[in-house]
C-alpha cells in the first residue's frame, strides 16, 4: 500500500505571495490533517478534513485554509506569507474514526524570503 | 497550541546502553503515541497506548500509559546507530483527531 504523498517536497516563496500544497492520502483513508513544524513551535495541528468537510481547527489565522477533494486528496492554502510561515507542512491521513493511527507524510518544506 | 513536556531535550549515549524518555501533560489524553522522526522526513509511529497503565512492546522499544493518563514514558533497549533520531510523544484526546506533540527528544548514538 502506498504511503501518504506530498507535493512539492521544497517550495520557496517571498513574503506576501500566496501557495498551495498538496496532499495525497493512503488508499481508504478519508481523514486528512495539516501540521506545522517549526522549530520554535514545533509541530502544532493545522486543521483536518473528513468526507471533503472540516472537523477539526487548530489555533491558526484564517490566512492558512484547506479544502478536501471527494477522493479524498486534500490541499492546503496559505495567503499573504509571512517571514514566519518557513516551516516543514505535514499532512497526515487516518480511516477517520475515533482515536485511529495517522500516518504522516514527508512535508513540503517551506522557505518564505 | 498545547505542547506536551517532554524530558530529555537530547541525548548522547554509547551503542548498546539502554534509552529512557517520558513525557508530561497538565491535561488528560486517552490515546498515547510515540513517533521517531529522521532528517527530511515526517514522524513514523512507534507505538500507540489506548489505555491508562498499558504496557506495550514493539521490538526493542516499550511504552506505557500513565495511570494518570497524563504521562508516558519510551523505553529503548540496547541503541543501535539506526536509532539516532528525533522521538515525539504525542496526546489524543477521544472524538478528536488532532494531536498534540511533545517538544521532542533528540537521540545520538555513538557506535
Known amino acids: 500500500k502506498a504511503g501518504v504523498t506530498q507535493t512539492p517536497r521544497y517550495l520557496i516563496k517571498t513574503r506576501g505571495q500566496q501557495v498551495t500544497l498538496s496532499c495525497s492520502p493512503i488508499s481508504g483513508h478519508r481523514s486528512v490533517s495539516w501540521y506545522q513544524q517549526t522549530p520554535g513551535q514545533g509541530l502544532q495541528f493545522l486543521f483536518e478534513y473528513f468526507s471533503e468537510t472540516q472537523r477539526n481547527k487548530g489555533n491558526f489565522p484564517g490566512r492558512f485554509s484547506g479544502r478536501q477533494f471527494s477522493n479524498s486528496r486534500s490541499e492546503m492554502n496559505v495567503s499573504t506569507l509571512e517571514l514566519g510561515d518557513s516551516a516543514l507542512y505535514l499532512c497526515a491521513s487516518s480511516v477517520g474514526t475515533a482515536t485511529d493511527t495517522q500516518y504522516f507524510g514527508p512535508g513540503t518544506r517551506l522557505t518564505v524570503l | 497550541g498545547q505542547q506536551l513536556n517532554q524530558s530529555p531535550q537530547s541525548m548522547f549515549i554509547q551503542e548498546g546502553e539502554d534509552v529512557s524518555m517520558n513525557c508530561t501533560s497538565s491535561?488528560?489524553?486517552?490515546?498515547w503515541l510515540w513517533y521517531k522522526q529522521d532528517p527530511g522526513e515526517g514522524p513514523v509511529l512507534l507505538i500507540a497506548l489506548y489505555k491508562a497503565g498499558e504496557l506495550t512492546s514493539n521490538g526493542r522499544l516499550t511504552a506505557q500509559f500513565g495511570i494518570t493518563r497524563k504521562d508516558s514514558f519510551l523505553n529503548i533497549s540496547a541503541s543501535i546507530p539506526s536509532d539516532v533520531g528525533i522521538y515525539f510523544c504525542?496526546?489524543?484526546?477521544?472524538?478528536?483527531?488532532?494531536?498534540?506533540f511533545g517538544t521532542g527528544t533528540r537521540l545520538t548514538v555513538i557506535p
Open positions: 491535561s488528560i489524553f486517552n490515546t
Open positions: 504525542a496526546g489524543q484526546r477521544t472524538g478528536a483527531n488532532n494531536l498534540f
